[in-house]
């Protein structure tokens, strides 16, 4: 089994920056890509971003695009998610995932972390 443990979220004002990391535990050899998703109070759940494990490549939701950066740590098992320039838009709960390797769609889910933007 796959744990995923995010940290790192909070509460900051409209213009600060976040930084969430998602520590990945267990038979994490099964992973492939993994990413991130957030839902806000009475919204569905939504993408933000995605990397690949193998080439580093990432995907943003046209939401956070240019003011976020994913990245990951494979040595560590680690992923992160660099938010400047936040909203009160951005408020939601974020959740990291993780496919098992070679597959579509996420098979791992982590808790969620708070954040939360002031005006």
């Known amino acids: 089994q796959v744990q995923l443990v995010e940290s790192g979220g909070g509460l900051v004002q409209a213009g600060g920056s976040l930084r969430l990391s998602c520590a990945a535990s267990?038979?994490?050899?099964?992973?492939?890509?993994m990413g991130w998703y957030r839902q806000a109070p009475g919204k569905e759940r939504e993408f933000v971003a995605s990397i690949s494990r193998s080439t580093g490549s990432a995907v943003y939701a046209d939401s956070v695009k240019g003011r976020s950066t994913i990245s990951r740590d494979n040595a560590k098992n680690t992923m992160y998610l660099q938010m400047n320039s936040l909203t009160p838009e951005d408020t939601a709960i974020y959740y990291c995932y993780a496919n098992r390797w070679a597959m579509t769609g996420p098979a791992y889910w982590g808790q969620g972390t708070q954040v939360t933007v002031s005006s």
């Open positions: 267990g038979h994490t050899f099964v992973l492939g890509n």
